[in-house]
């Protein structure tokens, strides 16, 4: 299993930037298409936007497109998620998860961050 940390949440107004970022460790990253799912208060988790494995490619739920941008380094083992034009509705913890196969599916990623918390004022 990877082991996945992410970091850089935090408050920032309506309109303002963020960029959170997950580490990983444990075994071969760039194995890994990376998805980021976000989960607020009292709603189900849903998926963000994803990368594949070496970041040629990503795709985005339609509420963030044209504002959210997901990168990664292999050679440094992170992946971010550059959220700019932020919302209100984008309150929520945003968790990083990998996955080596069937990667159109959110199921196959096994591999979970704990999550950090972004939090947009109005």
């Known amino acids: 299993q990877l082991q996945l940390v992410e970091s850089g949440g935090g408050l920032a107004q309506a309109g303002g930037s963020l960029r959170p970022s997950c580490a990983a460790s444990?075994?071969?990253?760039?194995?890994?298409?990376m998805r980021w799912f976000r989960q607020a208060p009292g709603k189900a988790r849903e998926r963000v936007g994803s990368?594949?494995?070496?970041?040629?490619?990503?795709d985005y739920v339609d509420s963030v497109k044209g504002r959210f941008t997901i990168s990664r380094d292999n050679s440094k083992n992170t992946v971010w998620l550059q959220m700019d034009s932020l919302k209100p509705e984008d309150t929520g913890i945003y968790y990083c998860?990998?996955?080596?196969?069937?990667?159109?599916?959110?199921?196959?990623?096994?591999?979970w961050g704990q999550g950090t918390q972004v939090t947009v004022s109005s």
């Open positions: 444990g075994r071969t990253f760039e194995n890994y298409a």
């Open positions: 990368i594949t494995w070496k970041g040629t490619s990503t």
């Open positions: 998860a990998g996955c080596l196969a069937g990667c159109t599916v959110d199921s196959n990623y096994k591999s």
